[in-house]
């Protein structure tokens, strides 16, 4: 595996020797042993992403009043919306109406 002198990303065969896919360097194929940059093999890609939370209703719930219809239960994610050692910021989402709003720690 050969690395890129200008970028530092990964370098793959092609018809002129092995060429950077992100910024186009070509090491000349006279430079290269064929033989050591073949690829043998194709990987299809596959989508495999498993949806957890609102979709699949796996969501952590608390006992938090809604500020708009006052239903007393909902669901939260924790985001870190500030610097690293500032608190995250909880996002809730009435389980009743789907009102959003944001309560910090």
Request: glycine share 6%; with cysteine; charged share 30%.
């Amino acid at each position: 595996m050969e690395f890129c002198p200008n970028c530092g990303s990964m370098m793959l065969p092609s018809d002129e020797g092995i060429k950077c896919n992100t910024c186009g360097f070509v090491k000349d194929s006279s430079e290269v042993d064929k033989d050591q940059y073949t690829v043998s093999e194709k990987v299809e890609s596959t989508n495999n992403v498993i949806m957890r939370g609102d979709e699949s209703g796996m969501r952590s719930t608390v006992r938090e009043i809604c500020p708009k219809c006052g239903h007393d239960r909902a669901s939260y994610e924790l985001l870190q919306t500030r610097s690293a050692d500032e608190a995250p910021t909880r996002f809730f989402t009435c389980e009743k109406c789907h009102h959003k709003w944001r309560g910090y720690d």
